[in-house]
C-alpha cells in the first residue's frame, strides 16, 4: 500500500465561498481586464478605461450586499479531526467595514483622477492598473486572518503606490516615490523578521492559532516570542505613518498627483489601521497591557507630531495646501491610534468599532478635501495662499472645502467629525486612558487653529487678482458633490456609521 495514500483525497479539496471573496476578486479581475484592454484601445478610445475602472470598483462595492446580513462567512479553513479549524479569509463586520473604505475610497480617488490622467499626461492603462492593484489588495488585508496573507495584502496595496507616485515625470514623482519605497521595504523587512519570530516561537501563521500559542509559548521561547510581536508591529506602524515612522508622508504626498496622494491618505492608511488591529487584538491577544501602552504612547506622539507640524506649515510656501493635508493626516492617524491601544488595555475588541467609525468619517472627508484642492489647484495653484477668497469666485468649492475642515476638526456644522472625536475619546476614557485623552483633547484644541485659519482664508477679501475660475470637470464635481453629500448625511444622522462602536465585530 502506498504510505502517502490517505483515506479521503477527495477531503483536501475545500469548496471556495466566492461570495465572500467577491469584493477583493472583482477588484483585481477589474485591473487585469483595464491592463489587458490598454493594449487593444486606440488612444482617443483610452478615456474610457478610467470609466470601466469606475464601473468595476462599482460592482466591487455592490458585492459587499449579500455579506452584510447574516454571520460572518470564512473560506479557505484549514480541516481538523474535529472539522473546520483556522481560517485565512473570514468576511465579518470588521472586514466588510473596512472594505467599505478601500472600494469606495478608491472610487471617489477615480473620479478625481479621470481629468488628472488626461491634464497631466500620465499613461492611463498603467494609471487605472495600478490603483485597482492597489485597491484588490487594501479590500483583501482586512478579511486575512493568517500572517502570510496579511504580509502580502499589505505589499499589493503599497507596491503600486510607489509607481503611482512616480508617475508624474517632473522630477518631485521620482523623488518622493523613492523615499515612499526605501521607507516602505525597511519597514516590510523588520515586519518579515518579527513574523518568521512568531511563527518559530508558537508553530503557526493563523492569527487564532498564534494568539494560542503565544499563551503556552515554552519560557525559553518567550522573549523571542516578544521580539517577533514588537518587530511585526512596527511594519504596521510605518504603513499608518505613526510616528517615528512618518518622514517620508510630506514629502510623498506632495510628489505625488492630488488624487493618489488623497487615495493614500485614506485607503493607504485604512489597511494598515485594518492590519494593525487584526495582529494586535487577534494574534497578540495575550500580550494586551505591553501593547496597549506601546500603541497609547505612538498615538500621543503621532497627534502631537501631526499638529504640530501642520501649526509649522507656511501659507506662501509652495505645495502647502498638500502638506497641510499631509501633517493633519498624521494626526488623524493618532487619534485612530487611541482606540486600538484601548482595546489592550480592556482586553476586548470592543473598542475598536471606535476606529471604524472614525475610520469611515475621516475617509469620506479627507478624500472630499483633496478633491477641493483640486479644484482650487487647477486655476489657482495649490499654496494655502491660493484659497484665499475662494468664496468670491468659485462659491461651491469654497463651502465644500469649508465644510470639510469643519468636519476635520470636529465644529458645527461638520457634527460627524465632532461625534467621531467623542466617541474616540470615550473609548480611552473607558480603558483608563485618562492621560491619553487629555493629550487627544489638547491636540484637537491645538488643530482647531489650523483649520480654521484655512476656512477664513477661504471668505477672506482676495489679495491680488486671480485668474478667471475655469469650468470644473464632471467627474471631479461629482466626487466632490458625492463626499459633500455623504459628509453632511452623516452630519445630520450620524447614528448611520456610529452604530458600528456598539456592534460585534468579530
Known amino acids: 500500500m502506498n504510505p502517502l495514500a490517505v483515506a479521503d483525497p477527495g477531503g483536501l479539496i475545500q469548496s471556495v465561498d466566492w461570495t465572500a471573496v467577491a469584493p477583493p476578486l472583482i477588484a483585481a479581475l477589474a485591473a487585469l481586464a483595464v491592463l489587458v484592454a490598454d493594449l487593444f484601445l486606440p488612444d482617443r478610445r483610452k478615456r474610457l478605461l478610467g470609466w470601466a475602472s469606475a464601473a468595476g470598483l462599482l460592482l466591487a462595492l455592490l458585492s459587499l450586499l449579500p455579506l452584510v446580513r447574516g454571520d460572518a462567512r470564512a473560506t479557505f479553513c484549514l480541516r481538523t479531526a474535529a472539522g473546520t479549524g483556522a481560517c485565512s479569509y473570514v468576511a465579518d463586520h470588521f472586514a466588510l467595514a473596512f472594505q467599505l473604505i478601500a472600494l469606495g475610497g478608491a472610487l471617489v480617488a477615480v473620479l478625481l483622477s479621470l481629468h488628472t490622467v488626461d491634464e497631466e499626461r500620465l499613461p492611463g492603462g498603467e494609471y487605472w492598473f495600478l490603483l485597482l492593484s492597489s485597491a484588490a489588495g487594501a479590500a483583501l488585508l482586512p478579511a486575512s486572518r493568517d500572517l502570510a496573507t496579511l504580509i502580502i495584502a499589505l505589499e499589493v496595496v503599497s507596491l503600486p503606490g510607489f509607481a503611482l507616485v512616480a508617475l508624474r515625470r517632473d522630477g518631485r514623482g521620482a523623488e518622493g516615490a523613492l523615499k515612499f519605497f526605501l521607507s516602505s521595504v525597511t519597514a516590510t523587512a523588520v515586519m518579515l523578521l518579527g513574523v518568521s519570530f512568531v ?42 505613518a505613526a510616528v517615528p515612522f512618518h518622514f517620508w508622508l510630506p514629502d510623498t504626498y506632495t510628489a505625488a498627483p492630488l488624487p493618489v496622494a488623497g487615495y493614500l491618505s485614506v485607503v493607504g492608511k485604512a489597511a494598515g489601521l485594518a492590519g494593525l488591529a487584526l495582529v494586535t487584538s487577534i494574534a497578540f491577544h495575550p500580550y494586551g497591557r505591553t501593547w496597549g501602552l506601546v500603541l497609547a504612547v505612538l498615538a500621543a506622539l503621532t497627534m502631537t507630531a501631526g499638529n504640530a507640524g501642520a501649526l509649522r506649515q507656511r501659507s506662501d510656501t509652495p505645495h502647502s495646501a498638500v502638506r497641510l493635508l499631509a501633517w493633519s493626516s498624521i494626526g488623524q492617524a493618532g ?67 469649508a465644510f470639510f475642515l469643519l468636519c476635520l476638526a470636529g465644529l458645527p456644522p461638520g457634527v460627524v467629525g465632532l461625534f467621531g472625536k467623542v466617541v474616540v475619546f470615550g473609548a480611552a476614557v473607558d480603558a483608563g486612558l485618562g492621560w491619553l485623552a487629555v493629550v487627544m483633547a489638547a491636540n484637537v484644541v491645538i488643530a482647531l487653529y489650523y483649520y480654521l485659519t484655512w476656512t477664513a482664508k477661504l471668505f477672506a477679501p482676495a489679495g491680488e487678482p486671480r485668474p478667471a475660475a475655469r469650468r470644473t470637470p464632471g467627474p471631479l464635481a461629482a466626487a466632490l458633490a458625492l463626499t459633500a453629500s455623504g459628509a453632511v448625511v452623516l452630519s445630520v444622522a450620524p447614528q448611520l456609521v456610529l452604530q458600528v462602536v456598539g456592534g460585534s465585530l468579530f
Do not use: C, M
Not at 521561547?221 to 511594519?235: D, R, S
Not at 475617509?363 to 479644484?375: D, I, P, Q, R, S
Open 335 to 401: 487619534y485612530l491610534l487611541v482606540p486600538i491601544a484601548a482595546a489592550g488595555y480592556q482586553h476586548s475588541a470592543r473598542p475598536l468599532g471606535a476606529t471604524v467609525a472614525y475610520a469611515l468619517i475621516y475617509g469620506l472627508v479627507n478624500l472630499g478635501a483633496f478633491g477641493a484642492v483640486a479644484v482650487v489647484a487647477r486655476t489657482r495653484g495649490s499654496r494655502l495662499e491660493d484659497h484665499r477668497g475662494l468664496f468670491a469666485d468659485h462659491r461651491w468649492a469654497a463651502l465644500a472645502l
Open 199 to 240: 511563527y518559530a516561537a508558537t508553530g503557526s501563521i493563523h492569527l487564532t492559532a498564534v494568539a494560542d500559542g503565544l499563551t503556552h509559548v515554552p519560557a525559553q521561547l518567550k522573549p523571542l516570542a516578544e521580539a517577533g510581536a514588537v518587530l511585526t508591529l512596527v511594519g504596521f506602524a510605518f504603513k499608518v
